[in-house]
């Protein structure tokens, strides 16, 4: 067994899923001709509600269920129907699945024993594990006896005592308050990175996803809707449902009135939009335009030139402390949000309910939504 | 050389092991034979025998044994099947009653525990929280103790010069002895006493979960403590009342020794009928028939239990 | 009502219930030491039935013998109550799983003398067949381990269902074959529930008069059905003295098995105690 290079050095593809189906009872389909490919070092994150199939997939990988179809390659081999115990892939639980009966030290050393490495082998594994996670006063307790920080901790150095090829994460911080989950994500994507392994995760959280992944494939019902790197899903989201899932936005219904290259323009009821990139396809067709909140300015002036802007009334203001979320109602009746990042202490001069406010914004902030 | 041979051995044990997992995996042995075994051990001790006596109750006694209910004729198989136990009991005055009154005695315990059981699984989940556990071993003792012994000691306590009238009779306050035992008296206390704790258990795991804030919000809506009591309370526990009833009401129908032991000769309850049927008259046909309407009376409150379950579980999910 | 009348109600309906429950287990102990053949009219204290008890060979024999019948009853119940609950469990659907789950329950609202009845006939259709088994220890046993395998089922399932499904897969996942994974994840986790249904089948095998009444044959008498014999016929005072044996005996093992536990509680508080301040220090 081999450590993947440290750093985050894109080899060869290490984890391959080709068209890989799986069906419950003959009708239900969990996930529906599925295929990805995880190169060495990579840290890949499935995301998606719950009931998307990304759960299903993760276990697929581990070997907990057989596929339908399709076949699951590891560094070249096929394991599609090896059972888990054989697979040099190692998971960490939602739920963590510490052995309640073990100390801490017999955790992690239970995956290192039942390859039957020499003593102090496990023993040298064990404690390079423990110092890795910072818990090596803890050895001999029990998992009870631990916080829910802590228990984390423990369940990542037991998935990762095994050195294995691929580690599998299942809500790794699902079970953690908010506040300790943010200090919880650094440490854990700091700890990966250390021993360099590859990586695949599952969450229900866009932001987990994007501070933690390097990829990201965004899952409904059983499909990917979207694979890309963080920033590609949240700047350039290929449908209503990814634009909808990740993040807030705002989306104008529209016709394309004209393609060209390097431009494309559509008319929606409240405004027309300049879009400062080509697409394919033809004028006359129905699409949306996504438009983030952030990206978006408010003043009080008529903005110059015809492109990238409309006006109406803030009816709603919601004061985050960084920033403040404006509802403005256009003259269709369309509402959209507004983000202003309270970069100074004054706030005067801001808007007020009831006031008429411009939006404006760059003709790279948009994109068009085909389907 | 011994490390190698060593080695050697431990990767065709490896080997030996890693094809014997997969064809465990390939034919899934180990589920056929996890579900197998204990299939066959209940089907033969469980339903197999309530078959035989489906089947007997369906036949005739001869001298030594049951008439066969398949008979040749000519060659071909031909059923027989006797009713005449079925119809003698529907026809027998003295059966239906016996039916009848242990239905009453059944319901009657149950009752009795709901009245006794509840006030006190109330009040145990409202006490102390360290004291519970202590509270809820001392339930469960008794139960640890024979129960056989346990309703002797009633029989002690309650017959004719038994200590109960001993104790009466010479503090003064009766001049002749109650006539308690062999009463319909002596049965209930018994029933009560011996089912007691299966009324509470359930009742007070449902109460003790019970959550307070509930009863602070009904009180803060106005209901007085009673109003509280009766219109929050109670609905809420009323998965534990039903699970008390069953546990209570259906052993109650069978019982036997209870009854042979405090009840009399008076007392009719099914069990000793069919007791009597089977050790005394011999009639085998007519003591199977017995226990197929026996278990036909207690499938009927374990269906309505089932589909009150059922509808929970629908309600919940 | 004011509170203070709510609690003094409360506490005397429970001294009530109380009461009611331990009164005939302490008279039948108090005159188990009277010395009077007249088993309630009380003489003078003495161990007078305790000796007699010494000499009483019926009662030492069905002692003997129930002993033997409960331990082998609680052995093959817990064992196949292991296997009936994990088909259960581990299974969710399989055919008749339906079948399976309703002919373990059945033992456990069945009255007696219908599993006892039932058993018999069944027992007397095979001897009738095979010639085989004979009425005895054996068919006795059989009908307590069927009793046992429902109760332990019931016993091993809800440990089983409480348990974090995740622990198996987990174990999987870090190398154990199927095997491994139920002797060191499984079973040591189930341990205390074996335990548990170990002596609630031994009990209820040693308590048991009505099964062993269809199903014992001639020389072989539990000591349920010995007790049950003698008090059919009225008072008798070796029952009280062997009544009075069984609850000392039986006290004795709560006693100490609370008190076990609870060192067993204070032990592990104690070293949390200090994990805690070895974390700090």
Redesign the interface.
Known sequence: MSIAPKGNAVCEDLLRVEEVTKIYDGTIKAVDNVSLTVASGEIFALLGGSGCGKSTLLRMIAGFEAPTQGKIFLAGEDITHLPPYQRPINMMFQSYALFPHLTVWDNIAFGLRRDHLPKEQIVARVESMLSLVQLSQYANRKPHQLSGGQQQRVALARSLAKRPKLLLLDEPLGALDKKLRETTQLELVNIIEEVGVTCVLVTHDQEEAMTMASRIAVMSEGHFLQLGSPDDIYEMPNSRQVADFIGNINIFDGIVEEVESDHVIVRSADCSHYVGYGMSGNSGRAVGVALRPEKILLSKEKPAGKYNWCDGEVTEIVYFGAYTTYHLKLNSGKLIKVQTLNNARDLSGNFSLGDRAFAQWSDLAMAVLTQ | MERSSDGRVDAVKGQVMHKISNALRNFSAGRHLLIGVPYLWFLLLALVPLLIVLKISLSEMEVTSVSSMISWRQGWPTLKLNFSSYLFISSDALYVQTYLSSLKYALLTTLICLAIGYPFSYFMARSAKHLQPTLLMLIMLPFWTSFLLRIYAWKMLLVNNGVINNVLMSIGMIDAPLEMMNTPFSLMVGMVYSYLPFMILPLYANLSKLDLRYLEAAADLGANPFKTFWLITVPLSKAGIIAGAMLVFIPALGEYVIPELLGGPNTLMIGRVLWDEFFSNNDWPMASAVAVLMVLLIMLPMAIYNKYQSEQSGLNS | MNSNMIKWC??S??FA??F??????V??VI?SFNDSQ????WSYASMRWYAVLMQDSDLIAAVVLSLKIASFSAIISVF?GI??A??LN??KR?F?RM??SS??S??L???????G???L??LV?MQ?WLGYPERGLLTIL?GH??LG?AYATVVVTSRLREM?G??D??????????W?VFS??TL??LLPALVSAFLLTF?LS??D??LSS?LSGPGYSTL?MV??SR??LG?NPS??A??TV??AI?TIA?IAS?FYSAQQERRRKRE?AQ?YS??NT
Do not use: K
Request: net charge negative; proline share 6%.
């Open positions: 409360s506490r309906w429970m219930v109380y009611f429950l331990y009164m005939p287990i008279t039948l005159y007249l088993v309630t009219v196949f296997l009936t994990f088909a581990r299974y399989f008749g079948l399976l002919m373990a059945a033992p609202v069945m009255p007696d003398v219908i599993v009845l039932s058993l006939l069944m259709s009738h059989l381990a069927l395998t974090d995740q622990l897969e987990a174990a999987m996942d870090l190398g154990c074959h199927p491994q060191l994840v040591p986790l009990t040693f308590d008069v009505v269809f349920p007790i049950f008090a059919r008072l029952i009280n062997v009544a069984t609850i039986v709560v609370s949390q994990a070895d974390a």
